[in-house]
């Protein structure tokens, strides 16, 4: 599949360029870089171009709410890789995927799309086609954390995993912030705990966990955050009592000013209420985000190994949360394009990936991985 074409739904945005660089670095596949601007593909494609021999980067107008659009951009594709926040598209691009008889793998934050992809997963299998879901930084690593904890023990009873994101400079504002603002309409919280999935008790904050970010970060109380690919780990490893994803705060004015503003905001005004909500995000990231800066993910397990009393934990960490995002979805498609990790049907990338393997391949390309 070397000489594959993979097209970039967004392909000019920050999550969409550090994507086309790593793939370019790492395969010899030809890139299309797309999305509503064709000046700004086409200027971002001359860049790459430039830059790396072959003229392997091309430029397509594609408008993720026209069916149509999708379909004609997608011709000649062999794969697609939504880096967009066209989460409102979803049903559109991956029914034009599947028309068009092409791979896709999205690394949108908003759970929202999940549902509409599972209803369409029949279609997917009967097409033979293999579409991921839930890739990148977080989702996408937490589960991968989880099962490589589970190589390094005999079983495993707790296995939790925390992020904390306090990237220098704050977040840039990027319809990206929107999608993560429009999470906290619907905010919800799981914990399994003695054996059973059940709301997290955020009034009290008894379900949070204390996690050691090692230095210069040091312990830090984390909130529960429900993701997803969390859900299935119970079931891939029995032994488990205890699992969860948890989050740190990001600084005193966004956890206790601007999180209670913007849960009412949103409640009130559950529409207009996002992109100024958004804009004041980044604002007070960037205003009170203090040192030390870093974007981290932890996992900690515990359990026995050979009979005796062990633990086990991992940590991955970038200073830019768009390069932590980017990495483990190029490390994945390593794994996808020697068919290693391409299977027929709906799948999470933290459920598919060979984790030994991810986390070799992402320190390789930058990211510091502790174990």
């Given at each position: 599949?070397?000489?594959?074409?993979?097209?970039?739904?967004?392909?000019?945005?920050?999550?969409?360029?550090?994507?086309?660089?790593?793939?370019?670095?790492?395969?010899?596949?030809?890139?299309?870089?797309?999305?509503?601007?064709?000046?700004?593909?086409?200027?971002?494609?001359?860049?790459?171009?430039?830059?790396?021999?072959?003229?392997?980067?091309?430029?397509?107008?594609?408008?993720?709410?026209?069916?149509?659009?999708?379909?004609?951009?997608?011709?000649?594709?062999?794969?697609?890789?939504?880096?967009?926040?066209?989460?409102?598209?979803?049903?559109?691009?991956?029914?034009?995927?599947?028309?068009?008889?092409?791979?896709?793998?999205?690394?949108?934050?908003?759970?929202?799309?999940?549902?509409?992809?599972?209803?369409?997963?029949?279609?997917?299998?009967?097409?033979?086609?293999?579409?991921?879901?839930?890739?990148?930084?977080?989702?996408?690593?937490?589960?991968?954390?989880?099962?490589?904890?589970?190589?390094?023990?005999?079983?495993?009873?707790?296995?939790?995993?925390?992020?904390?994101?306090?990237?220098?400079?704050?977040?840039?504002?990027?319809?990206?912030?929107?999608?993560?603002?429009?999470?906290?309409?619907?905010?919800?919280?799981?914990?399994?705990?003695?054996?059973?999935?059940?709301?997290?008790?955020?009034?009290?904050?008894?379900?949070?966990?204390?996690i050691d970010f090692g230095p210069p970060?040091?312990?830090?109380?984390?909130?529960?955050?429900?993701?997803?690919?969390?859900?299935?780990?119970?079931?891939?490893?029995?032994?488990?009592?205890?699992?969860?994803?948890?989050?740190?705060?990001?600084?005193?004015?966004?956890?206790?000013?601007?999180?209670?503003?913007?849960?009412?905001?949103?409640?009130?005004?559950?529409?207009?209420?996002?992109?100024?909500?958004?804009?004041?995000?980044?604002?007070?990231?960037?205003?009170?985000?203090?040192?030390?800066?870093?974007?981290?993910?932890?996992?900690?397990?515990?359990?026995?190994?050979?009979?005796?009393?062990?633990?086990?934990?991992?940590?991955?960490?970038?200073?830019?949360?768009y390069k932590l995002t980017a990495v483990?979805?190029?490390?994945?498609?390593?794994?996808?394009?020697?068919?290693?990790?391409?299977?027929?049907?709906?799948?999470?990338?933290?459920?598919?990936?060979?984790?030994?393997?991810?986390?070799?391949?992402?320190?390789?390309?930058?990211?510091?991985?502790?174990?």
């Amino acid at each position: 599949m070397g000489s594959s074409t993979f097209l970039i739904l967004g392909g000019y945005g920050f999550a969409g360029l550090n994507l086309a660089e790593l793939l370019l670095q790492e395969t010899d596949l030809r890139l299309i870089l797309a999305g509503r601007s064709a000046e700004k593909a086409n200027e971002a494609a001359a860049r790459f171009n430039e830059r790396f021999p072959g003229e392997r980067v091309g430029a397509r107008r594609c408008d993720a709410a026209d069916a149509t659009s999708l379909r004609q951009a997608f011709q000649g594709v062999d794969f697609v890789l939504v880096a967009s926040s066209t989460v409102a598209y979803t049903r559109e691009v991956a029914a034009a995927a599947l028309a068009t008889g092409i791979d896709y793998l999205d690394i949108q934050f908003s759970s929202r799309r999940l549902p509409l992809l599972r209803a369409m997963a029949p279609d997917i299998e009967k097409a033979g086609l293999c579409f991921v879901t839930e890739a990148g930084f977080h989702p996408g690593l937490p589960a991968v954390l989880v099962r490589y904890l589970a190589t390094q023990l005999s079983h495993m009873e707790r296995a939790v995993v925390a992020g904390l994101l306090n990237q220098e400079g704050g977040f840039p504002y990027t319809s990206s912030v929107d999608e993560l603002v429009q999470e906290f309409k619907d905010y919800r919280a799981e914990v399994f705990v003695n054996g059973t999935w059940r709301p997290a008790d955020l009034t009290t904050m008894r379900d949070n966990v204390t996690i050691d970010f090692g230095p210069p970060f040091g312990r830090r109380s984390c909130a529960p955050m429900s993701l997803y690919e969390m859900y299935d780990l119970p079931r891939m490893f029995p032994s488990l009592v205890q699992t969860g994803f948890y989050v740190a705060g990001f600084n005193w004015f966004t956890d206790w000013v601007l999180f209670p503003v913007m849960m009412l905001a949103l409640h009130i005004w559950p529409e207009r209420a996002v992109k100024p909500m958004g804009r004041l995000l980044c604002w007070a990231t960037k205003t009170f985000g203090s040192p030390p800066y870093g974007v981290i993910v932890k996992a900690e397990a515990s359990g026995d190994k050979n009979g005796a009393p062990a633990t086990a934990s991992v940590i991955v960490s970038h200073t830019d949360g768009y390069k932590l995002t980017a990495v483990p979805v190029v490390a994945y498609l390593l794994q996808y394009l020697d068919g290693s990790a391409r299977k027929v049907g709906l799948h999470m990338m933290g459920h598919l990936a060979d984790p030994v393997r991810l986390l070799r391949d992402m320190e390789r390309m930058g990211i510091r991985v502790q174990t």
